[in-house]
């Protein structure tokens, strides 16, 4: 394809002073005007910066304003070619000096596309793919380390102490910084490239109406991480997409559920059927949809009726999928064909996306990171009472529940041999990564990531069901399907008479060890109601430091930075 624009970037910065030379200004302003040789202003050329500021379109005049912006250096973006094409020029923002940008731009091509086509289209959900492997999303600094037992009673974590120990507020680095990772994937990734479906004026194609669900998948996908981060996140959708009045979009815990299950309904609707585990498909769409309806039946949104919804979903999935033969063989390298992988993100070093996934957190003496230690609970869940293990230990260690050994290592790595370690406190999860005799580098790891599987699927119809009715021989049997891989002898199934309160508990402990360091025990204590208690026994019983919740610590606050850019947005209660 022939770009019809050149950017030959000619920058003129217009210093004017303030109003009050003395006085101290923190933010600033920008304005950039786009202008080609003739010096005919262009409109309707889309402006965005790095770090982001916000996304807008320019005038008639040619003109975009960005006011209340930080000092410092940014990268200007101008995208071209319903955004193809990007052009980027380094800008230096002063404190107390209106900065003034002309970007000049020649016309070549009197005759530009009207937008890119099926292949085009296909390339840029690819690169939205790879994104999802970003450090704030799902690689093995995102979402399972920043939010999914961090903050239980799974695990310890001096490197997110302030998350870990509810210590943090609206100033707090990782929550600007996820928050901003996740808009820039949905604002300008997702959105962007939706805005191009929505202008076709002929039906879609069959090929656009699948490229239309995948992105809709995606964007529930992280709309999902979103609410459950934030609680009240700022909703915007591609009929949003280049409108400078931030005051408009919607913010809110039902608006963003709301468009998370129209986006799931749509992509379930209008998906294939899987074929491959690392891209959405209708099983997919179908599964996260029901993991939804869960979610929101529990706390805070507490709509009772999405319980049945849930079971709708799990039992329209039932049969397609099974449970692995071997628990370990989920966190291998390569999941290719295991049944019971409904969707996963594919880190390969062979495209320059390899993870950190047993970079961050595993064995000492392997690990380049200390991240995440295992609390004595964490530990415990997998023996009997009378066989808790203490310090010191004596070894071996005998347990019927063969999960025990592939989440916690028991050891050290000296000169790559195995040390057995009899103070627990110096054990580590060890989920991921087991090949110890290859050396480990950041960011060099080919792992996939699960999002979706089929034990989830059976835990939560058992959940959901107890929630409706009580337990009874269909919840007992899903739990002990999963208990049945996990234990190598005959005790796997549950006792009988359990009471409703009961068989949560028992599934509660069941999904704390199926999923332990897989990014699930958080959501699950939230949606139950069980988070300040469980961290209430927690303090009671550890010598560590303390987790200090406070009733509206189940969600993070909304950024401060955000109130820069939107003054309109509203502050999470307690914050």
């Known amino acids: 394809m022939k770009p019809f624009f050149y950017l030959l970037f000619s920058l003129f910065f217009i210093a004017g002073c303030s109003k009050d030379d003395d006085k101290e200004v923190n933010t600033s302003s920008l304005k950039l005007i786009v202008i080609d040789k003739e010096g005919n202003f262009i409109p309707n050329v889309e402006i965005r910066t790095e770090p982001i500021t916000k996304t807008a379109l320019t005038d008639d005049m040619g003109e975009v304003f960005f006011n209340n912006i930080e000092p410092g250096d940014y990268v200007v973006i101008a995208s071209i070619i319903e955004g193809l094409v990007e052009y980027r020029k380094g800008v230096t923002i002063k404190s107390g000096i209106e900065n003034e940008v002309v970007f000049i731009i020649d016309l070549i091509d009197s005759n530009p596309p009207t937008g890119p086509g099926e292949a085009e289209i296909e390339g840029l959900i690819n690169d939205i793919y790879q994104q999802l492997k970003g450090r704030y999303v799902f690689d093995a600094s995102g979402y399972v380390s920043y939010w999914g037992d961090v903050g239980t009673d799974l695990v310890s974590s001096n490197f997110y102490s302030e998350l870990d120990r509810y210590s943090f507020d609206s100033g707090t680095p990782i929550i600007n ?233 028991t050891f050290k790595v000296e000169s790559g041999q195995k040390t057995n370690l009899e103070d627990i406190t110096d054990w580590r999860p060890y989920k991921y990564k087991k090949d110890i005799a290859t050396p480990i580098e950041e960011n060099g790891g080919s792992f996939d990531f699960i999002i979706l599987r089929y034990a989830d699927v059976l835990l939560m119809k058992a959940e959901a069901i107890n929630a409706i009715s009580g337990p009874n021989s269909e919840t007992y049997s899903l739990v002990n399907e999963v208990r049945k891989r996990a234990y190598s002898d005959e005790m796997y199934p549950l006792p009988q008479g359990l009471s409703k309160q009961e068989f949560l508990e028992v599934i509660m402990e069941e999904r704390s060890k199926e999923f332990f360091m897989e990014g699930h025990r958080k959501d699950d204590l939230i949606r139950n109601q069980m988070l300040e208690e469980v961290l209430d026994d927690y303090n009671a019983q550890t010598g560590r430091s303390k987790k200090i919740f406070k009733s509206y610590n189940y969600i993070w606050p909304i950024p401060a930075k955000e109130f820069t850019f939107n003054p309109s947005v509203k502050q999470n209660p307690g914050y």
């Open 177 to 409: 910084y996820v928050w901003e990772s996740h808009y820039n994937l949905i604002a300008a990734g997702i959105n962007k490239v939706l805005i191009h479906l929505k202008d076709v004026e002929t039906d879609l194609s069959s090929m656009q109406l699948k490229q239309k669900a995948e992105l809709q998948f995606l964007r529930g996908l992280l709309y999902f991480n979103m609410v459950r981060l934030y609680g009240n996140p700022i909703v915007v959708t591609e009929d949003d997409y280049g409108q400078p009045d931030t005051s408009t979009y919607a913010q809110g815990m039902q608006e963003a559920y709301d468009l998370i299950i129209s986006d799931l309904q749509f992509a379930k609707s209008n998906l294939p059927s899987i074929s491959t585990s690392s891209r959405a498909s209708t099983e997919a769409a179908t599964a996260l949809l029901g993991k939804v309806y869960l979610q929101s039946a529990g706390f805070p949104m507490l709509v009772n009726e999405n319980y049945n919804k849930a079971i709708q979903q799990f039992e329209e999935i039932e049969g397609k999928f099974s449970l692995a033969e071997d628990y370990g063989a989920l966190f291998s390298s390569d999941l290719s064909g295991n049944p019971e992988v409904i969707f996963k993100i594919d880190f390969n070093t062979e495209n320059s996306q390899g993870g950190n996934y047993g970079v961050l957190w595993g064995p000492l003496g392997y690990a380049l990171y200390d991240f995440f230690q295992p609390t004595p609970k964490a530990i415990n869940g997998y023996f009997q009472a009378a066989n808790m293990v203490e310090t010191p230990v004596s070894f071996p260690i005998e347990t019927a529940d063969t999960r025990f050994y592939q989440n916690i290592a």
